[in-house]
Nanobody, 128 residues
């Protein structure tokens, strides 16, 4: 059974950095594109970024481009989200997710429905 577990969230001040981790078990991790989403109170879940199953291709939402970076370590079955220059508007619950299909050949998954497995989320709070 697939299980995704996020960690690394917390309370930080604006301008600080955090690194989130997403540990994946129960699958061939390296066969699946992965993504990070976030959800602020009262708002819809939105994509933060995604990384291809064959590392090298990434996607970032405009709001985080240049500040956040996604990476993955297949040896550890873990994906990371490095968040720098955090802003109060980055506050929310951050979720990691796995593509619904292995070895997607065309493009990166970026829509909610492209992802079939989800973690339970980790809270990130950025104070001003």
């Amino acid at each position: 059974q697939v299980q995704l577990v996020e960690s690394g969230g917390g309370l930080v001040q604006a301008g600080d950095s955090l690194r989130l981790s997403c540990a994946d078990s129960g699958r061939t991790f390296s066969d699946y594109a992965m993504g990070w989403f976030r959800q602020a109170p009262g708002k819809e879940r939105e994509i933060v970024g995604a990384i291809d199953w064959s590392p090298g291709s990434t996607f970032y939402a405009d709001s985080v481009k240049g500040r956040f970076a996604i990476s993955r370590d297949s040896a550890k079955n873990t994906m990371y989200l490095q968040m720098n220059s955090l802003k109060p508007e980055d506050t929310g619950v951050y979720y990691c997710a796995a593509d619904v299909q292995p070895r997607r050949w065309i493009g990166l998954p970026t829509r909610l429905r492209d992802f079939g497995s989800w973690g339970h989320g980790t809270q990130v709070t950025v104070s001003s």
